[in-house]
């Protein structure tokens, strides 16, 4: 068998191929690219290696028009596709956090689409997919207020030095030491057989 990855992230694909190298497996292919710009033909070679068994999107649904790429992936599937997203919200979507972060100029800071839409846009595309539920608890961990000053103002685009330097007296406001932001959020899976008729 072989498995193709589409992964637009410079990082993740050179983890991939690092450990591609290490395994020294001949049947994984990485693709940089985001799925929309994906040439269904030229990058995933259908007409020469026939259609996917499986079709995995996992936490990668950030797209303008999803019912288009969920086609697109139904294309090139003859199996089960397996879409994975998120159902509830992490601590730094939390309404006083987001605020927070929003008068400070936090360029990106807006909770994104959650399971129920995803799965009502399925619906309206006469996909009636299985669904699983789980939690998963992602913490994400920094030694001191200042850490994490910079790592949240890097993740939401928070340059202004004035404006990191409130960021981090929010953050010393709400800890002491030790940051930890609790990444427990709801999580769902949906999967469906693609009909070949």
Aim: glycine share 6%; with cysteine; aromatic share 10%.
């Amino acid at each position: 068998r072989d498995v193709v990855c589409v992964e637009p992230s410079l990082g993740m694909c050179t983890i991939m191929n690092e450990r591609i190298a290490e395994e020294n497996l001949s049947n994984v292919t990485v693709v940089r690219k985001k799925w929309e710009d994906v040439d269904l033909e030229k990058d995933l070679k259908i007409d020469e290696n026939g259609l996917f068994d499986v079709v995995a999107a996992s936490y990668s649904l950030s797209m303008t028009d999803i019912a288009e790429q969920i086609r697109r992936m139904e294309k090139v599937c003859r199996g089960r596709i397996f879409l994975f997203w998120f159902a509830g919200e992490y601590e730094w979507e939390n309404k006083e956090f987001g605020e927070f972060l929003r008068s400070i100029g936090a360029a990106d800071f807006y909770p994104g689409p959650k399971a129920d839409l995803l799965y009502g846009v399925l619906c309206r595309m006469g996909i009636y997919p299985d669904v699983r539920t789980y939690s998963l608890n992602m913490p994400d961990e920094y030694p001191s207020a200042d850490v994490a000053a910079e790592k949240i103002g890097q993740r939401h685009a928070v340059s202004d030095p004035a404006n990191r330097e409130k960021l981090r007296d929010w953050i010393n406001s709400h800890f002491e030491g030790k940051v930890t932001l609790h990444g427990r959020s709801g999580r769902v899976c949906m999967f469906w057989d693609v009909n070949k008729d």
